[in-house]
């Protein structure tokens, strides 16, 4: 049980030409919904938000890319794994499996009780690691981070450009699901509560994901699928296995059409999806690398 508060978080931000003459006030409530025009107000009374650097008047009138601060003062954190598996380390680059529940980088709740924080807290060259992509707090296994500069640089350029090759797990709902095709609903930002989250949508950007199913239980009414995403959307293999009528088993989120529940809050874990494979050039050499891990519920009676 965590009951100590963390150091706090500064939340970092630039305005844009759309939000030129708007106040500070009115900036914060149009764009970060979790807080009201109450505490937002009282936030910058308290002297928590500063434009370039200085304490900010909630009347000030921006301009078009003014730099904005938030500094949230400590709190304690929701509970979180505190630790993860190493599956392969050198000097530039270091494979992890990220156990389900553990977010990646700092947000929402989250700023120390993170993979990041982890990660580099737990040796003295991984103070610099980073990650060069991201997995869903409720999704487990390989992530890769980047230990030296041209490792962080080589590893966002493979993954902007679609190098590494990503195979997932995932136990989803019902037997009726063809024995492989290709997702391929457009991926839009959605207003979810407080907070955007992605959704399918006609209006979003194009996505693929190719599904082949591994094992159908019929008694339970559940398939055991992997899949690949070509493209790296947010969410988008728990958003295409649900558009297909197939959420993943536990997801509380997204159900069938791959549409958000209603009144769920998004960040709930619980849902079967492992990251199984991965495979990317090494930074130095350009060898292929190749990992594979096996999720521990794939052989659980679920």
Known sequence: MNDAPNRGWVYRDRVGAEAAGETVLAYHVARFRHSDE??????????????????????????????????????????????????????????VLKPSGLQVLPAGPFSAATLLELVRASATDRAEAAPAHRLGRGTSGLTVFGKSAVARASLARQFRDGVPRKTYFAWVEGV???????????????????????????????????????????????????????????????????????????????????VPK??????????LLHAAALSFLHPLGGARLKFRSRPAWLGMDC
Not at 189 to 209: C, D, K, N
Request: net charge positive; proline share 9%; hydrophobic share 40%.
């Open 262 to 271: 209603s009144d769920v809050p998004p960040g709930l874990g619980g849902y």
């Open 38 to 95: 109450t505490v937002w107000r009282a936030s910058i009374e308290r002297g928590l938000v500063r434009v370039n650097g200085c304490v900010a008047d909630a009347n000030r009138l921006l301009r078009a890319g003014d730099e904005l601060e938030f500094h949230r003062p400590p709190w304690v954190e929701p509970d979180a794994p505190c630790s993860f598996a190493v599956v392969f380390e050198d000097e530039h680059v270091l494979v």
């Open 176 to 258: 009726e699901l063809p024995r492989s095709f290709h997702a391929r609903q457009p991926i839009a930002r959605f207003q979810h509560g407080p907070i955007v989250i992605h959704v399918a949508a006609e209006s979003g950007r194009a996505a693929l994901t190719r599904v082949r199913v591994l094992r159908r239980d019929v008694e339970r009414r559940r398939t055991l699928v992997a899949a690949q995403p070509i493209t790296g959307r947010p969410d988008q293999i728990r958003i295409h296995l649900a558009a297909a009528n197939a959420p993943i088993v536990g997801d509380p989120l997204f159900g069938p059409g791959g």
